[in-house]
């Protein structure tokens, strides 16, 4: 058993009537310091943006549960990725929280008035939240917004999943996952370094007409509520460019063709790593630790982010990875030890950074997007999420 602590994290709404659309007020402050720190105009620690618990007109006093929110600041000063989750109900984002204060933030240090909206101006606030990057979790949909949600337990609420009616109350809310997800851990590998804001902006409102499309026209709505959200963002993302691109023989289609593989990749670690821990968790270290390419993982807690090509050398050649596979997730482990390695060794090498300069053409393309998406054909992004599935319900 895990005597130690869960991490927590914080939960609050957003009020639409502060602003035509508080989130993209907060979003355009961000992405303008990003642009700044690629112009070489900004430094790394400027790149941020203030988010305000604003106070109630109609409250004397502080909140009750005051101490215990900015306490959660002695957390992220030991390093521990923190999360401040954001909602209108309609929609679900996630911030990387870099520093929780009560204290006035644009009275106290005017230089920082840069780095929030301007509709904060005057305004009184229980909380300021220093945001280091804002991804999107869920776009225009309530209920996935509500799924989403009760994947986080209310900690002032005797531990109940987080009800979006009838549970926001008393915000923030103080919560915490029962399985703990580095939403921001794997930029490097996933994003090459950029935030997950830069990612998410470009055919941000094409990516979300397209995630749609895709639940509701292809993989349907039972294997795309499997499906992470990181998962979900680089399948809608490689279709806004493989659908407005696909009558151009000429375009480089290596971009579209990469997220298609990282989806496949994302929902491989989420398969495989979470699995093995539940059953290696507790052992020896010669039970749970392995070399991989990039040094020693235990598998016994969370593994970082691991590229395709590390994930089939680890099914194909790792003994404890093999050896305890069928106990993590039952009878999906002959298709994933035995056949999956062979479908994803096509992928494999588009994955392969150095493979980026050679240019993919359309029907590279097509014939890619085909096997991953399953058209006219299993595909192999559904067979990786029903094998999650089925594994995660017995």
């Keep these: 058993m895990n005597d130690q602590p869960r991490p927590r994290h914080l939960l609050t709404v957003w009020n639409p009537s502060y602003a035509d659309d508080a989130m993209d007020e907060h979003l355009r402050v961000l992405l303008e310091w990003a642009r700044r720190r690629r112009a070489g105009q900004a430094g790394e620690d400027e790149v941020h943006v203030w988010w305000a618990k604003l106070r109630s007109p109609n409250r004397v006093g502080p909140l009750d549960h005051a101490p215990a929110v900015v306490a959660i600041q002695e957390q992220i000063l030991s390093s521990i990725e923190t999360h401040l989750y954001l909602t209108d109900y309609r929609s679900l984002h996630v911030a990387q929280l870099e520093e929780i204060t009560d204290d006035d933030v644009p009275g106290k240090h005017p230089d920082e008035r840069e780095n929030m909206p301007a509709y904060y101006e005057g305004a009184q606030a229980d909380f300021w939240f220093r945001l280091r990057d804002i991804r999107r979790l869920v776009a225009n949909d309530t209920p996935a917004v509500i799924e989403q949600l009760r994947k986080l337990r209310n900690a002032r609420y005797h531990d109940r999943p987080v009800s979006l009616y009838g549970g926001i109350v008393d915000l923030p809310l103080i919560v915490w996952a029962e399985e703990e997800l580095g939403w921001f851990a794997d930029t490097s590998i996933l994003l090459e370094g950029r935030l997950w804001v830069e990612y998410e902006a470009g055919f941000r409102g094409e990516t979300e007409r397209l995630a749609q499309d895709l639940r509701d026209n292809l993989l349907g709505t039972a294997v795309w509520s499997w499906l992470e959200p990181t998962t979900r963002s680089f399948l809608a993302s490689a279709e806004a460019v493989f659908r407005a691109r696909r009558n151009d023989p000429q375009f480089d289609f290596s971009g579209p063709a990469v997220e298609y593989v990282k989806a496949v990749e994302t929902e491989l670690n989420h398969l495989i790593f979470p699995s093995l821990k539940r059953v290696l968790k507790g052992r020896s270290p010669a039970q749970r630790e392995i070399r991989g390419m990039e040094g020693r993982l235990d598998l016994g807690s969370r593994v970082p982010h691991q590229s395709l090509g590390s994930l089939r050398v680890l099914l194909e050649k790792e003994e404890i990875v093999r050896r305890n596979l069928e106990p993590a997730i039952g009878s999906e482990a002959r298709w994933v030890l035995r056949e999956l390695p062979h479908r994803i060794a096509p992928l494999v090498e588009l994955r392969n950074p150095g493979a980026h300069s050679a ?32 594994a995660r319900t017995g």
Aim: aromatic share 0%; glycine share 12%.
């Design 359 to 390: 240019v993919l053409t359309r029907e590279q393309a097509i014939g890619m997007r085909e096997q991953v998406l399953g058209i006219g054909q299993e595909g192999l992004l559904v067979q990786v999420a029903r094998s999650k599935m089925r």
